[in-house]
């Protein structure tokens, strides 16, 4: 587990061996350092974790939304219901979310750019590793959230996100 608290950007970590309750503790390590406790800067605007859900810790809620992924499930009585689980895939890219945003990653292949549908949201999207963050606009000028992050495997995401690449606004926001 301390390995994982050394790797750097683009090295993955090793999440795949670990009980659930060893992975959870080393991501919380990373979360906490890399976001948490840490002052989190976008050219210059402070990010902040996303607003809580109910009533839960704004970070906690913020954790399970970058380690998990939502997908529907049916219930018994036959009722489509949102879930979320474990994300390797997002997981592992955990400690890449501070390098994207602080945009220090050396890579050419990054694209940032801002989109209004369905609402005004800024894009680091990594081309080359098929990673992207989503930032939104505070109400209070100079300041975002962070909205998530994720490895882009499906194509239909891919699709989405080229798509909005394409009706980018002419400026950051």
């Known amino acids: 587990m301390p390995f994982n608290l050394l790797k750097k950007y683009p090295k993955l970590l090793d999440l795949a061996s670990y009980s659930v ?15 948490e406790c840490y002052d989190l800067f976008f050219r210059s605007s402070r990010i902040y974790p996303t607003k809580s859900e109910n009533d839960e810790s704004t970070f906690d809620t913020h954790f399970t939304h970058l380690t998990t992924k939502e997908f529907d499930e049916i219930s018994e009585n036959g009722e ?7 994300d390797m895939l997002r997981s592992q890219r955990l400690h890449w979310v501070k ?37 939104e ?7 975002y959230y962070l909205l998530t992050t994720f490895y882009i495997n499906e194509k ?7 798509s909005k690449f394409k009706n980018r606004l002419s400026d950051i926001r």
């Open 156 to 162: 239909k995401t891919m699709n989405q996100l080229k």
């Open 21 to 35: 309750q060893d992975r959870t503790d080393c991501l919380r390590k990373i979360y906490k350092r890399d976001i």
């Open 99 to 135: 390098t994207h945003i602080e945009e220090t990653t050396g890579e050419s292949d990054i694209l940032v750019f801002s989109n209004d549908y369905p609402a005004v949201r800024t894009y680091i999207w990594n081309k080359k590793e098929n990673y992207v963050v989503i930032l």
């Open 80 to 86: 489509k219901v949102r879930k979320r689980s474990f």
């Open 137 to 143: 606009p505070q109400r209070k000028p100079g300041n």
